[in-house]
């Protein structure tokens, strides 16, 4: 059974704010515990109905209405494209010394969330550079080749097994755990892969590290767990999930024994023991990025962060471009919205990218998939149904400059509840 209640824990603490603007560490929390709660609250619902049912639709009548409004609407291409320059045309520095403060490295090293908000053109964040040839793998600031699709495993409960053989008899080569078990089942993913016959050497293994076991010590003892799980000797990439804990996770009044600074550091011992080939972090902020950056012996060879056209984290993207960051997106087609309290897909419904994928023949999600992608992300999408875990791989086709600015234009379209 899918459980994808257990989604709505992942969401990270920002994505429920103004992705402009970083909130201060108690804030965060604070709006961190008020979105577990609001999640809490909400019903089980394994599966949007409003999804399925207008992706039903759109295979049905791919013809007909859409296909007229697609080829009377010129209009509406460019009204969208026009929308998007507009937006990128707004993209200003705001104070006078952002290009030499940029110059000088500011950008990455220097109060990130002041200069991402007052510095975007100098910052680059409104560039987005497009990509349209999308190399099946990308090679990491290390060395470490990694596919660049992956598949995501959280939510899916007791189908962890089933789904993660179905996505790699369809061909990943990536598998996305984590130690938390409020969404995940490493030990799933490990008999998946034991089962599927793939060499493990052909198989790219993330995990992430619980925040309730921050801390060298701890980190390296729940490390030993995770390998264990997974049944392997080696993990590919280990990734701090979150940078601290909060009370819904990990109990009132619990502390973990260190800090993700002292995690950190134990992330460091694992690769130099050869047990880890790359380490990163996930849903961390500009100024704990850049924290990271100048604290690191080992520099992080990639971020996960939640991204989808509607909150497409635009300014981290272009921090870890900055800074030669990998930029992994999590909840790309859109189910973080879904843990807001939206009962229907707003990423996979939306007119816009309705109507790319009636331009390309694709369907909504690749659309969103290919968006990604061709913004030089690499991404981990996940599904409990195997047509669609081989559909979400069947991305090779290429979006246009316009279709790509039209979607861009959705950036902060939306506001979560
Ligand atoms: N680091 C973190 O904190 C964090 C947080 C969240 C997620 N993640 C990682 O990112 C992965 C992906 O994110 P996610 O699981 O939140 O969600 P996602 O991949 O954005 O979306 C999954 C949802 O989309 C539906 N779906 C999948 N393919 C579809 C298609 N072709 N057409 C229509 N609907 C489709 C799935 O339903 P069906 O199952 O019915 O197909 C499911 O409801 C996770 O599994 C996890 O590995 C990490």
Not at 35 to 44: A, G, K, N, S, Y
Not at 84 to 103: F, I, K, R, Y
Not at 219 to 235: D, G, Y
Not at 253 to 267: I, Q, V
């Amino acid at each position: 059974m899918v459980v994808s209640e257990a989604l709505p824990l992942a969401v990270p603490i920002s994505e429920t704010l103004d992705i402009t603007k970083e909130s201060s560490p108690v804030e965060q929390q604070q709006q961190q515990q008020q979105t577990l709660l609001d999640v809490q609250e909400r019903p089980r619902a394994p599966v949007d109905p409003g999804v399925e049912a207008g992706n039903a639709e759109e295979a049905a009548g791919i013809g007909a209405q859409e296909a007229a409004a697609v080829t009377q609407d010129a209009g509406t291409g460019a009204q969208e494209a026009k929308a998007a320059t507009q937006l990128h045309g707004s993209c200003q520095d705001l104070e006078e010394g952002c290009v030499e403060w940029a110059a000088e490295d500011g950008c990455i090293q220097n109060g990130p969330s002041f200069m991402f908000e007052r510095c975007r053109k100098s910052c680059g964040v409104c560039d987005q550079p497009i990509i349209t040839d999308v190399p099946e793998n990308v090679t990491l600031n290390n060395g470490v080749v990694m596919p660049r699709v992956g598949f995501g495993t959280a939510g899916l409960g007791g189908a962890t097994e089933e789904a993660t053989s179905w996505a790699l008899a369809s061909g990943y080569r990536l598998l996305d755990s984590a130690q938390a078990q409020e969404w995940y089942r490493e030990d799933l993913v490990g008999q998946a892969l034991l089962k599927s016959g793939v060499p493990r050497e052909q198989v790219f293994l993330t995990s992430k590290l619980h925040p309730r076991h921050h801390g060298r010590d701890e980190a390296m003892i729940q490390f030993t767990k995770s390998l264990s799980a997974l049944a392997v000797e080696q993990v590919d990439l280990f990734l701090l999930h979150y940078p601290a804990c909060w009370p819904e996770l990990c109990g009132e009044g619990y502390t973990p024994k260190g800090t993700w600074h002292d995690s950190w550091r134990a992330l460091e011992e694992l690769v130099d023991k050869g047990l880890v080939r790359a380490i990163g972090v996930s849903n961390f902020g500009l100024d704990d990025l850049a924290e990271l950056l100048a604290m690191a012996r080992i520099k992080p060879a990639l971020v996960q962060r939640h991204s989808d056209p509607l909150a497409a984290d635009a300014e981290v993207r272009a921090f870890c471009r900055l800074a030669d960051v990998q930029y992994q997106g999590y909840s790309t087609l859109g189910s973080q919205w879904l843990a807001h309290g939206m009962d229907k897909n707003p990423v996979l419904t939306n007119a816009v990218v309705e109507r790319v994928a009636n331009e390309t023949g694709g369907d909504a999600a690749q659309v969103v998939l290919r968006w990604a992608l061709q913004h030089g992300q690499a991404i981990v999408p996940r599904s409990s149904k195997r047509e669609r875990i081989a559909a979400n791989r069947g991305l090779d086709f290429v979006l246009t400059a316009n279709q790509m600015q039209r979607i861009d234009a959705l950036d902060g379209s939306l506001q979560h509840n």
